[in-house]
């Protein structure tokens, strides 16, 4: 019998309890006001820091700030700026539209390419007039200092400071009570003493939180850095005689970097995730797809497939701070055709066993009932069926679904025989969770 292999999917909400942003905050005023000193500390070019400037102001001029309910859409009517709250829903979109804008300028208006038609240009400069709230209006051609991809470009900077910036040094990273659970969970993935256990970490964020709680206990001598296309966009976090964890990076990482040709996206070689500042002065060069046609860009379709293939060999998923975000629906449908794929594999003696969903102790709130149901659908399309009269063996039944897969003979029959697969909600937070896994848990024992 082959290792079984855990898949964590990693979303923001893994993060946040350490201080991580979650996407509709990163315009927040306050969190703005944080930005400036890593800007300033990394050495960041003034005119970039100008531009996020801008950014910041033209996002706000359509959205007010309001004490108890943070930021809410300003709707008047009768304001020159209505185009712009028509254009803007949230900060994703916001910056979805910049990469567009961005995407085009680089398609359509650089020398030698070939060039837009007119009515292609009147909306080109229809959208940049309404995200810039009228600052912006007129075609640049691509390589303007001053043209949609520059601001993209200055975008990615700001994200990237929003979302590694409050990591703090080492050695509190190291004593700190807050990053404990991380910590405990990093030592327990790279030291199991299950030789049969591998695992695999999929993450949609660009922070190195992962890598920091890792290296907390690891020496500096820890393999990665390899080049991403033989290692799919990841990170070795741990490697001897018995195992490995990988972490797989699908949206990019504040560490990962251009080298040379920009059709050659590649980490850098021996990357050092305590310097990661050092990217933030050249933002051509920064590998973060941030939220818009970039993320499934070729630069990283490597990782994509190989984390799909990951989710399609696992015997157990975990999902942590991760909710199938309705803005990335893609992302949900490769992963719940990987994990409906994975409950009908033939022939394999390592099957889907568990699928937990972590998302804080409210398992009745919307977005663990729409994490369950878009799952127990993938499941039932590959002819599992639900059957609960006996899930509370495991968990009280309310927070399990125990999903039968179909005899073998049948419509995608599989080896899985009398076992079955769990569907958990775990009604813990991130940090919870992380404190008390260990690898006994995924014993079966049902």
Request: with cysteine; glycine share 8%.
């Amino acid at each position: 019998m082959g290792n079984s292999l855990v898949v964590w999917v990693l979303g923001a909400g893994f993060s946040r309890a350490l201080g991580g942003p979650l996407l509709p905050d990163l315009f927040d005023r306050r969190l703005w006001s944080r930005i400036g000193s890593v800007l300033a500390d990394a050495g960041v070019d003034e005119d970039v820091q100008k531009k996020i400037d801008e950014l910041h102001d033209w996002f706000s001029a359509c959205w007010t700030r309001s004490e108890f309910f943070g930021y809410q859409r300003f709707d008047d009517s009768n304001s020159p700026r209505r185009d712009l709250v028509e254009a803007v829903t949230d900060a994703e979109e916001f910056l979805e539209r910049l990469e567009q804008l961005a995407a085009f300028e680089n398609h359509y208006l650089g020398d030698g390419e070939p060039d837009a038609t007119e009515a292609q240009k009147v909306a080109h400069s229809s959208l940049w007039l309404r995200v810039s709230g009228g600052a912006v209006g007129s075609v640049k051609r691509r390589g303007d200092p001053n043209g949609c991809d520059a601001y993209a470009k200055a975008a990615r900077v700001y994200v990237a400071a929003a979302v590694n910036g409050y990591i703090p040094d080492p050695a509190t990273i190291k004593s700190s009570e807050r990053w404990q659970p991380y910590r405990k969970w990093a030592k327990s993935l790279a030291n199991t003493d299950r030789r049969s256990i591998e695992h695999s970490i999929v993450t949609f964020n660009y922070d190195t939180v992962v890598e920091e709680a890792f290296f907390a206990h690891q020496s500096d001598e820890v393999k990665q850095g390899c080049r991403m296309s033989d290692f799919a966009g990841g990170l070795s976090l741990t490697a001897n005689d018995h195992h490995k964890t990988e972490l797989i990076k699908t949206h990019g990482s504040v560490t990962f970097a251009l080298e040379n040709d920009v059709r050659s996206w590649v980490s850098t070689k021996d990357v050092d995730v305590r310097k990661w500042k050092k990217y933030l002065r050249t933002p051509s060069q920064l590998l973060l797809h941030s939220p818009g046609t970039t993320k499934r860009s070729g630069s990283l379709r490597q990782a994509w497939e190989n984390a799909r293939a990951r989710l399609e060999q696992a015997s157990d998923i975990i999902f942590v701070g991760y909710r199938f975000p309705p803005s990335d629906s893609r992302a949900c449908i490769d992963l719940l055709d990987s994990i409906g794929n994975n409950s009908a594999r033939n022939g394999s003696p390592e099957r889907l066993e568990s699928i937990r969903i972590v998302l804080g102790p409210d398992i009745e709130s919307v977005d663990v009932r729409r994490m369950s149901a878009l799952i127990g659908h993938s499941l039932r399309a590959k002819g599992c069926r639900l059957d609960n009269s006996n899930a509370s063996v495991v968990h009280p039944r309310s927070y399990t679904d125990r999903f039968r897969p179909p005899a073998s003979g049948e419509p995608g029959s599989s080896l899985h025989g009398g076992r079955s697969i769990l569907l958990i909600r775990e009604p813990l937070f991130a940090e919870d969770f992380l404190a008390v896994y260990s690898d006994a848990m995924l014993e079966r024992s049902y």
